[in-house]
Nanobody, 122 residues
Framework: QVQLVESGGGLVQAGGSLRLSCAAS????????MGWFRQAPGKEREFVAV???????TYPDSVKGRFTISRDNARGTVYLQMNSLKPEDTAVYYC????????????????WGQGTQVTVSS
């Protein structure tokens, strides 16, 4: 069991940056694969980034080169650094944890945070 709490969202102009944090409580954080997903109004939840237990990361083309996921196992925290933000990045961002292999599919994640709003103005 792990509890996740996201923070760091806000309003930013296009081209700006934000860093999201996801604090995890519970045992064995280092054994979880961690992912970031986002959901805009009227749209389905989409994959943003994933980092495996071994530290490997994966991104969709929509954010590749702009977003970076990282984790600090000692602090039980995963981060999402977002640079060169675009209006289409506007969404509620969720972090998720999975006790298993890394995955880009939200349906396989076992634990989810409450989400943090990111709004990018034009």
């Amino acid at each position: 069991q792990v509890q996740l709490v996201e923070s760091g969202g806000g309003l930013v102009q296009a081209g700006g940056s934000l860093r999201l944090s996801c604090a995890a409580s519970g045992r064995g954080f280092s054994t979880y694969n961690m992912g970031w997903f986002r959901q805009a109004p009227g749209k389905e939840r989409e994959f943003v980034a994933v980092i495996s237990r071994s530290g490997g990361s994966t991104y969709p083309d929509s954010v590749k080169g702009r977003f970076t996921i990282s984790r600090d196992n000692a602090r039980g925290t995963v981060y999402l650094q977002m640079n060169s933000l675009k209006p289409e990045d506007t969404a509620v961002y969720y972090c998720a944890a999975r006790l298993g292999g890394g995955s880009i599919y939200p349906q396989v994640y076992q634990f989810w945070g409450q989400g943090t709003q990111v709004t990018v103005s034009s």
